[in-house]
């Protein structure tokens, strides 16, 4: 059973989102909730809107319908005022880092403190130096984003990402395109930043194993709908035959290797016009 | 009636895009109270739009000046009118060439570059990263450039004339035998500081907003992809191109009518 968590326990309150773009429903009457202090996962495959359910979250989006609630606060009916303030306490890992590429390391993760707070440069100082040991990247402060390895580039991303000490994180798809030990890095990483600075984090990806690993709740998505949600270990045993396929990565299943096209014999003699 | 359905779609198009230009001026001007309080970024920005134009803008301007010497030279001493050389000159470079071959090497060079810049930072998620950030994209970004334009474009069209002026006095007077002091003497009687000087700045400030606004726009605008980075560069230059060429018709039909 998914443990339904209690009123104030949410940090995160999706009630019925509806989402197009054009005429393509991305989403349809979703719900979901994302305990405060957890990891908690959303997952499905690639177009599945992943990505846009953080952008909706993070305010960057409007829904067509429904509500998006972060700390009490609806996110879409805020102020552009109120919203920014909400996004100084909402940190976010790009899938692609993100990083300024004229400033370096160090001016990256420094940039939201000089943007946001009063602090003394040397204040400053210590602060990006300690976020950035905490990535194991303290010692690449000077370098510029264009000689990091893209492990390195979304550990400083990370490292910006808790600069300001925000109350949550989110990932999108943190393990796409990393080798194994920066992967394993990153997951490690995750678990205990979100541990260590009790923190919520909201990772998107459909790296199943890696994400199975932290994730203290999954939400499986597709065809803009919630298909099962649980504990990571409740959904690889599930029968849901769409869940199995996705979670254990099989061919067969409800979700079809083709596109959908005319049969391979009528295509490959079709005259052509 | 298929291409009365065409017209309307592409009209509307062309309408919602005008609209959203709009709009992005109007939010970049919102962005100026924060600019003032943060001179750096401005300076920044005329570093990279003003002066790495200048080398492109003085080459440019001693040899278009060079021609005018040779062509006015040629043309004139038929009339046995050699002396006014200097007025031909830089009445040329004040009035129209100096605005306007400068706003067309500036949207080759600066705007062009600020389109791909702007361009790639979407396409690399660093805009919606400042969003997320909670810092405005449109006045951390945008803002510092327009304003660095609108105040490159008057200076580099001024260069430009001074020395295509140059060009022009090396060619008449060095090389062609035009005696010097007529060649001064005639352009400080002519030239006027109102109709000649003064609607040449006007000339370039506003080809300045115009370039610099098509840049950022087709920039912000495009498709986060290698093509659509490409796609908004090569727009940047030909919509500049044309608009500067047309706008300079008006406004010179305006100024000395």
């Known amino acids: 059973m998914i443990r339904q968590p209690r009123a104030k326990d949410t940090l995160v309150r999706i009630r019925d989102l509806t989402f197009h773009r054009g ?90 403190l000089r943007e946001h707070t009063r602090l003394t440069p040397s204040m400053i100082r210590k602060l990006v130096l300690l976020k950035l040991e905490a990535v194991g990247l303290r010692g690449a402060h000077q370098l510029m984003p264009s000689e990091l390895s893209g492990g390195m580039a979304r550990r400083v991303a990370l490292a910006r990402a808790i600069a ?20 394993g890095v990153l997951v490690q990483l995750i678990r205990r930043l979100n541990d260590a600075a009790r923190i919520t984090s909201v990772i998107v990806s459909h790296d199943v194993a890696e994400t199975s690993q932290i994730a203290d709740l999954i939400y499986v998505i597709s065809n803009g709908r919630v298909i099962e ?35 391979l014999a009528l295509d490959l003699f079709r005259r052509l016009v | 009636m298929e291409w009365l359905a065409t017209l309307g779609r592409r009209g509307l198009s062309l309408s919602a895009r005008l609209g959203r230009a709009s709009l992005l001026m109007l939010a970049m001007l919102r962005g100026l109270p924060a600019l003032l309080r943060r001179p750096r970024l401005l300076l920044e920005q005329l570093l990279s739009v003003g002066v790495l134009t200048v080398l492109i ?42 605005p306007v071959v400068t706003a067309l090497l500036y949207a080759g060079r600066a705007g062009s570059a600020m389109s ?26 945008l803002t510092p450039r327009l304003i660095a334009g609108i105040i490159s474009m008057p200076l580099l069209a001024a260069m430009f004339s001074v020395l295509g002026v140059y060009g022009g006095w090396f060619v008449g007077v060095g090389l062609l035998g035009v005696d010097e002091g007529t060649y ?74």
């Open chain 1, 23 to 112: 005429t393509r429903a991305i989403f349809e009457g979703v719900d979901i909730e994302i305990p405060r202090g957890a990891v908690t996962a959303i997952m499905g495959p690639s177009g599945s809107g992943k990505t846009t359910l953080l952008k909706l979250i993070g305010g960057q989006l409007t829904p067509d319908a429904g509500r998006i609630e972060v700390d009490g606060q609806d996110v879409h009916a805020l102020s552009t005022r109120d919203l920014y303030r909400l996004r100084m306490r909402m940190g976010m890992l790009f899938q692609s880092g993100a990083l300024l590429t004229d400033l370096s390391v160090f001016d990256n993760v420094a940039y939201p």
């Open chain 1, 164 to 183: 300001l000490d925000p109350m949550m994180i989110m990932y999108d798809e943190p393990f796409t395109g990393q080798d194994p030990i920066s992967m």
């Open chain 2, 116 to 141: 791909a810049e702007i361009g790639l930072m979407k396409a690399t998620e660093q805009l919606s990263g400042l969003e997320m950030m909670a810092v405005n994209p449109e006045h951390r970004v």
């Open chain 1, 229 to 263: 949600s649980g504990p990571p270990q409740t959904l690889h045993d599930s029968g849901g035959e769409w869940t199995r396929q996705f979670m254990q990565g099989l061919a067969d299943g409800p979700v079809p290797f083709h596109y959908p096209a005319p049969e």
């Open chain 2, 57 to 98: 803008v003085a080459v440019s301007g001693i040899f278009v000046g060079m021609v005018l010497g040779l062509q006015g030279h040629y043309i004139l001493s038929r009339f046995g009118a050699e002396a006014t050389l200097g007025v031909m000159v830089a009445a040329s470079l004040v009035r129209e060439l100096g």
């Open chain 2, 184 to 257: 001064w003497a005639q352009m400080q009687s002519q030239i006027d500081w109102n109709d000649d000087v003064l609607n040449g700045v006007i000339k370039s400030v506003v080809f300045g907003v115009v370039c610099t606004w098509i840049a950022i726009f087709q920039g912000y605008e495009c498709v986060p992809t290698s093509e659509g980075v490409s796609r908004a560069t090569t727009r940047t230059v030909v919509h500049s191109s044309l608009a500067v060429l047309g706008l300079d018709f008006v406004l010179t039909a305006m100024m000395f009518d």
